[in-house]
């Protein structure tokens, strides 16, 4: 029964992009002629050729907020080998943080990317910390090399929202059966 329900979640995830709120989005450190977009919009991110790349360094702190709270069950991020992103450093629910004070907050989560993640393997996150999620900032902190410039050719968020598992509204639909 319990493998049951553990794979009932995972078919009920969407990929999150259509809840995000374009208008909020900010990333820090990136190159101009190579942005966010590229890693996250759709279509963008499905093309290899297309790269956000770090600018100074190689770090990035993107910060993507969503129209409406959701649950998120795991990230993608793709990258080369050599550039792409090592050490995430994943918060809920955190405005405008920076790169002076990122490290002031403990992470809701912390992963550290394996060359099959870059490649496309979901990482999944310790979901109980990403239950109600109104934001979501993600701060890339090296990279797999140690170079100067970071390259990230996707971003693939993983997880419901939070209206789609409201128990209060599934119990009211019961009462009008009656």
């Not at 907020?65 to 795991?74: G, Y």
């Not at 990230?75 to 550039?83: A, F, W």
């Amino acid at each position: 029964m319990s493998g049951e329900s553990a794979s009932a979640i995972q078919r009920s995830q969407v990929d999150l992009v259509d809840f995000i709120d374009w208008s909020g989005v900010e990333c820090l450190n990136q190159s101009t002629s190579h942005s966010l977009p590229n890693a996250l919009k759709q279509g963008y991110r499905d093309d290899d050729g297309l790269n956000l790349e770090s600018d100074a360094d190689e770090q990035l702190l993107i910060y993507l907020p969503f129209t409406q709270v959701i649950k998120l069950h795991s990230i993608v991020i793709k990258g080369p080998e050599e550039e792409g992103p090592k050490t995430l450093k994943l918060y809920s629910n955190k405005e405008h943080m920076g790169f002076g004070n990122v490290n002031d907050f403990p992470p809701s989560d912390t992963a550290v990317l394996s060359p099959d993640n870059l490649q496309g393997k979901p990482v999944v996150l310790k979901y109980v910390k990403f239950q109600n999620v109104r934001s979501l900032t993600i701060f890339i902190e090296d990279n797999q090399s140690g170079s100067d410039i970071t390259k990230v050719q996707k971003i693939g968020l993983l997880g419901t929202t939070v209206e789609t598992t409201d128990m209060k509204g599934l119990k009211k639909i019961e009462d009008h059966q009656h």
